[in-house]
């Protein structure tokens, strides 16, 4: 059977996930796992390969697809909806496999985060202002959107290219592994990408412009818990998000094609967005040993929406 994407590099793949998790990823059974024809060492598959099995599929059943679903299905709502400030609590809980890990913390003191008392916290607060902890913790926020429309030219056209890459099928949207996102420029050489990988190309480029440009990381808060990728430009004083992953992911989960959204994708913050205090490359979450884990580890990531914030005029 012909894949409908590009399995993961035969360096970077990592062989962990059984038939019996697989089918429950996929919806399936194992006979119908073995069916895809996806590569096995001792029985054992890479799990960037079933996800992006799921993600292709066009069941609209797997647990990838029903996940980004409804992740996104903020976008097809008001747009002034994306802006007003939400409260949130997020909470990094321990695995439940028992596994240790260590968990980047939000950047508390970012554009449009701030941070709220919550005196019925299950957790203690973040210990640290920066980088990783083992211990979990938890925190309400209300973060605040803007919306902005970047007007130079230069930044628009790398913009385009980045998001022109994806609608012409030139570079192929799919879940990629964390060692390969780590190596954006090989991914993208490949013909692959995620919202990782394209927000570190963006950022490439626009410093190759002369532009202050960074790759952000951080938690997209929704049902379910995972991380999010975009790249921000420095102008005027402030940081402008760009996102060319959410304006490639509009068209499909957006209203009216996702027009609008598209558009707010060029320098607009979004408030279910909160990023975290780590360095450019770094993943959200690693093993004592400093590798990522497996995708499955956001489980541990929790996010409720408390309130929207009304605003009196």
Sequence with gaps: ????????????????????????????????????????????????????????????????????????????????????????????????????????????????????DDPAADLPRPVVAEGYQVDPYQVRVRLTGERFDIADRRIRAAFDDVLGAFDSGAVRYQAIAEPLRTDHRRSWDLGVADCVVAGRVLADRLRAEGFQARARRGFLLGLVGNDHGWCEVHLDGQWRALDPA??????????????????????????????????????????????????????????????AVVSRA
Excluded: K
């Design 1 to 116: 059977m012909r894949l409908r994407f590009e399995p993961t590099p035969p360096d970077l793949a990592v062989f962990d996930t059984t038939l019996a998790d697989a089918a429950t990823v996929l919806c399936t059974d194992e006979a119908g796992v073995a069916a895809l024809g996806l590569r096995q060492v001792d029985g054992l598959l890479d799990y960037t390969d079933v996800a992006n099995a799921a993600l292709h599929s066009g069941t609209g059943t797997t647990v990838p697809e029903l996940a980004r679903r409804l992740l996104m299905r903020f976008v097809a709502a008001e747009p002034d909806s994306w802006f007003v400030p939400l409260d949130w609590t997020v909470a990094v809980h321990r695995a439940p496999t028992g596994e240790t890990f260590q968990v980047a913390v939000p950047e508390l003191d970012a554009e449009g985060v701030e941070l709220l």
């Design 246 to 307: 959410f304006a490639y992911l509009a068209a499909e989960h957006g209203r009216d094609g996702g027009a609008e959204f598209r558009a707010a994708c060029r320098g607009s913050r979004f408030n279910r967005l909160l990023p975290c205090a780590v360095a450019e490359p770094a993943a959200l979450f690693l093993r004592p040993d400093g590798t990522p884990p497996a995708a499955w580890a956001f489980g541990a990531v929790s996010s409720r929406l408390r309130r």
